[in-house]
């Protein structure tokens, strides 16, 4: 199993910044197990989109609304990967969820944090 622990959200005005964090903890050997780590959001009545993605290996992907304005980082050693978003707009108002995917398994495990809230005002 593998845990993930949010922090970092709140509110903000309209082109103000916050940075997210998310803690992976678990054994040595399932946290060596994961591979992408990224943030989704999701607001009501929509379906959970991806944000940004890091993989393993240094790869990033980012949604196509929050590129130039988000960038995602990840400290393999602390285990912690960050969302720094900028220039917010209220349409960034949304649950923030982490993701960690193991490789553990075939196909791979899916797990996340339980959500940060992220409010914009306009």
């Known amino acids: 199993q593998v845990q993930l622990v949010e922090s970092g959200g709140g509110l903000v005005q309209a082109g103000g910044s916050l940075r997210l964090s998310c803690a992976a903890s678990g054994t040595n050997f399932m946290i060596s197990t994961i591979n992408n780590m990224g943030w989704y959001r999701q607001t009501p009545g929509k379906q959970r989109e991806l944000v940004a993605t890091?993989?393993?290996?240094?790869?990033?992907n980012y949604a196509d609304s929050v590129k130039g304005r988000f960038t995602i980082s990840r400290d393999n050693a602390k285990n912690t990967v960050y969302l720094q978003m900028t220039s917010l707009k209220p349409e960034d108002t949304a649950v923030y969820y982490c993701?960690?995917?193991?490789?553990?398994?075939?196909?791979?495990?899916?797990?996340w944090g339980q959500g940060t809230q992220v409010t914009v005002s306009s």
């Open positions: 993701n960690a995917d193991s490789r553990f398994t075939t196909p791979p495990t899916n797990y």
């Open positions: 890091f993989t393993r290996l240094g790869s990033t």
